[in-house]
Nanobody, 123 residues
């Protein structure tokens, strides 16, 4: 059973920066594409950004482009979501997901999901 675990959430103020991590129990994780999604109360889950498994290319939602960065540390089997200039509308539960077939667009398919980590942003 593959497990993805997010960490790094918490309370931030508008304008702050924070960094989320996604680690996996599966060594192959470093060869998968990984995406970040978020869901705020009452809203549908939305795509935030992703990183491709081979090229390391990244892709972002318009709402976070230029503020958020997805990166990978293969040696640590970890993918990061660095969030800068946080806004109250960024508050949500953030999830990481992995795609074993290399796809890294918003629609997936995404094969594995983490349990999520809460990010709260105060104005």
């Amino acid at each position: 059973q593959v497990q993805l675990v997010e960490s790094g959430g918490g309370l931030a103020q508008a304008g702050d920066s924070t960094k989320l991590s996604c680690t996996a129990s599966e060594a192959s994780f470093k060869r998968w594409s990984v995406g970040w999604f978020r869901q705020a109360p009452g809203n549908k889950r939305e795509f935030v950004g992703s990183i491709a498994r081979s090229s390391g290319s990244t892709y972002y939602a318009d709402s976070v482009q230029g503020r958020f960065t997805v990166s990978r540390d293969a040696a640590k089997n970890t993918v990061f979501l660095e969030m800068n200039d946080l806004k109250p509308e960024d508050a949500a539960v953030y999830y990481c997901a992995a795609s074993t077939d290399g796809y890294y667009g918003p629609q997936g398919p995404w094969d594995y999901w983490g349990q999520g980590t809460q990010v709260t942003v105060s104005s």
